[in-house]
């Protein structure tokens, strides 16, 4: 005998000694006579000290008589994608009911309990003439995990999973996991359809990217492939919730080659957008259900508020500060060092709303409350000691935990000691120190303080300063020289430079470059005079205006409000979706015991309270499970005790469920994946025909799979019997005595 929950012998020592301590202690105020008291703290000691076994789990190992008593589960895929016609002209699940019948069984059943089990929503077992290929999704790690559970404590020779390697459980690897947590049974995959697809076209992705752009314009990345067709070209439609609005006529490069295009859309301001992208479905297609797919693209969220720090009054500041002003989605406060009074102290001139102007009399927020409500802060020609050391180390915690941007930019903040050893330093995406630093070929320059865009910066949002592509370059080369540059050195690791300027003597310097720092993001301006792309070029040109909106723009776009509400991408009608809201006060702490409500609203309307738990941190989750697809709204609304007294804060989304047929994606026979799941388990890939193999090696494993049989012996109707007969006898004796 053995224990499936065993303690240390020191824990087993502490817990029968307080078992025994409570059993005498029990009876100590009834002042009974020492044997009668000796008796019942006994029974109860006896009572205390079986509970203790049964939660160790007492266990014995048996060996099987035979193998005819080790179980072979039959796992048979039955989700919709396996109704596709390719396997050997048939439907994968006639395929695989065949390889069932004729083959499998008849060699399985002599030797083995055979149990067939059919997955798609959920496992459930199944007769070979009821398979049907109706299921949803095809939740393959679910399936693993079920037959485990399932299973547990018999002896399973190994398991056996007919399937196209298709699985919509979220991530393909959580399957190779369960398989590697599935013990001693080995998984022997046969894998049903073909590896390559015949005709077919599907729109494999649409993203949307960051809306940063003015007046809202997205870009919409959208890449298709064609299998069939060779390099025959075909349509691209594009919907706008539902509406057709734009089509493109696209060629691949050859057969099977993916097609990636860009479309830019201006979604309205008061409501989420579908956009949907469909291919035309052609003749003799095999798989038209993966021709559409569609993408929800958010509303502009809130005024996004900007700080902005200026060391001394300057020309250029004045130029960036107006055109932010001009923009509606920023709402911009700004601290302008004048000079020194006659303390010889610094004063400040502040331009900033009523509510926030006080807090910035020093030049500077006094603290995070203070700080936290913005969420950019521009540094413009503002040296470290300016802001003394803990303000740089607020500064740095604003954009690490705040989620907040930091754009700096100005001589006076790189040259001479500037920024160098303050906080702040590490947050920006050029080193500081390596000013001799080269970060591309000479030959990547046009010429002295000219703006060059790198690779990656022909694609970021904020430098999209044209209607396409080739305007945004074009564009570029068409601006003026800035008057100077700060030689900087070249990026940190993780950091990306956007553009590039010549310096003295033709060596390239970074201009433009940005990274990610903790939640928030940095970026760092190395040239002087900007000012010249607005005044040396027509009035018309707006290229200066839009480049320092985008770049405030991007730099705020992943500060978060105290109270926000995340959903992850839209999964499919049946799916249990997850919701995770973060509750913070002002100064960004998480909120622990508060009361988290998510009101879901359906697309038909229907409406669904769900209180979330809390998960520490100031995180919230629940789950949810939509019928329907479409697009749901999430409303959340934390409080302490009862809901809103005194309210936390409120926050929303929405979703979009069912935006593609997940279960029709990429519809050939995922045989690398099937590979995966034998391989960790310890079993192999099957051909149909090598039944007589697969039985063999099953038997092979019958000894390994007896051996692993544990009974559990607390698990009867005995050890229940036992307790209440040691219960039963206390409670008479203590009657019997006059004990209440």
Known sequence: MTFANPLPWWALVLVVSAAALVAWQAYRRFGTDPRRRAALSTLRFLTLLLLVLFLMRPVASRSEPGARDAIVPILVDTSRSMSIEDADGARRLDRARDVLTS?????????????????????????PGSLSATGRRSDLA?????????????PVAGIVLISDGGDTSGSAEA????????????????????????????????????AVLDESRVDLAVSAVSHGDGGRAFELRLLENGRPIEVRRVTPAGDGVPVREVFQVSPPREAPTVYTVEIPVGPGELVPENNARSTLVLPPARTRRVLLVEGAPGFEHAF???????????????????????????????????RRSQPLDSGFPRGREDLFVYDAVVLANVEGRQLGSARMELLRAFVAE?????????????????????????????????????????SSVKGLNRVALTGHGATHPVMQIGAGGEETLARWDAMPPLAAIAPLGGPRPGATVLAVTGGPGGAPRALVAVQRYGEGRSMAFTGEATWRWRMMLPSTDRGFERFWRQALRWLALPAADAVTVQAGAGGSPGDTLP?????????????????????????????????????????????????????????????????GTPGLGTASTAMLVGGSDLEMTDPRLNLQLLQRLTLASGGRLVAPGDASDLAASLRDAVPAASLAVRRDLWHNAWSFSLVVLLLGAEWGLRRRWGLR
Do not use: C, M, W
């Open 103 to 127: 083959e499998l069984l008849p060699a399985l059943d002599e030797d083995f309990q055979v149990e067939v089990l059919s997955f798609g929503d959920g496992v459930e077992p199944a007769a």
């Open 142 to 154: 679910g399936a693993l995990a079920d037959v485990r559970e399932r299973f547990r404590g018999r």
């Open 175 to 210: 399957a190779t996991v369960g398989a590697d947590q599935s013990g001693s049974a080995p998984i022997y995959a046969l894998g049903i359809g073909s590896p390559t697809v015949g005709r077919d076209r599907e729109v494999t992705s649409v993203t949307a990217a960051e």
């Open 320 to 354: 960036i500060k107006r055109a932010l002003a001009q923009d509606r989605g920023l709402e911009v406060d700004a601290a302008v060092r004048h000079g020194r009074n006659e303390q010889g102290q610094d004063t400040f001139y502040i331009q900033a709303a009523a």
């Open 402 to 442: 705040r989620g907040g941007g930091l754009l700096v930019l100005g001589a006076q903040s790189f040259l001479g000691q500037g920024l160098l050893g303050t906080p702040v330093e590490e947050v920006l995406p050029l080193d500081l120190t390596g000013r001799n630093t080269a970060v591309l070929p000479a």
């Open 579 to 643: 919701v995770t809201v973060l509750v913070r006060n002002a100064a960004y702490e998480g909120e622990h015991d508060a009361t988290v409500d998510v009101q879901v609203t359906a697309p038909d309307g229907r409406l669904e309270t769900l209180r979330a738990a809390d998960a520490g941190s100031g995180r919230y989750t629940a789950r949810f499970r939509p019928e329907q697809p479409g697009v749901y709204r999430l409303t959340a609304a934390a409080g302490r005790g009862t809901l």
